[in-house]
């Protein structure tokens, strides 16, 4: 590899470190016309634990935003593995935190969880901009907030 090709993919390798930093920010901040700009037209979304599989920018979106408006929420993304795997194409895995907490439930509990685990991704360069086409949210342990999470299996082997 020459140095110019060399430069080239650490520039996607950073473009696509962005991608994702804007992904944890917009989703936070529940900025979701921006958000849907991180993803390819025909992005695949895949949340085992929560039931959601979507197809398309569009439905990805409507399930995420749907479920999370009005959430509070923290997301952290650590230690990337991005490979490039074409001119316009990549993949990655990367190391997750999340904090979601939901309304208070009817008795004043709080209602959430703190999770960990991995989102292994497809990148594709559409229109000249990285976009996610593929993600996959594997959790390795959840841990519920005082109240629990209803219909969500908490505590230590949440991955198994």
């Known amino acids: 590899m020459d140095d110019v090709e060399l430069l080239r993919r650490l520039a996607d390798i950073e473009a696509i470190k962005q991608l994702k930093a804007r992904y944890f920010r917009l ?8 958000w849907a700009m991180v993803f390819a037209t025909d992005a695949h979304l895949v949340v ?10 569009a439905a990805v979106v409507a399930s995420v935003s749907g479920v999370l ?4 929420t923290v997301h952290h ?4 593995e991005i490979e490039i795997t074409g001119a316009d194409t990549a993949r990655g895995v990367w190391s997750m935190f999340d904090y979601v907490e939901f309304p208070q439930g009817a008795n004043g509990e709080r209602i959430g969880l ?8 497809e990148y ?14 594997s959790r390795l342990r ?3 907030l005082e109240g629990g999470l209803p219909g969500v299996h908490l505590g230590r082997d949440a991955g198994s």
């Open 27 to 34: 989703m936070d901040q529940k900025k979701w016309d921006e």
């Open 48 to 57: 085992p634990e929560g039931g959601v599989d979507e197809r398309g920018r």
């Open 69 to 72: 408006e009005g959430v509070r």
């Open 77 to 80: 993304g650590h230690m990337p």
């Open 114 to 121: 703190q999770g960990y685990g991995h989102y292994t991704e």
């Open 124 to 137: 594709v360069r559409e229109d000249g901009e990285w976009r996610i086409a593929s993600l996959h949210l």
């Open 142 to 144: 959840i841990d519920p």
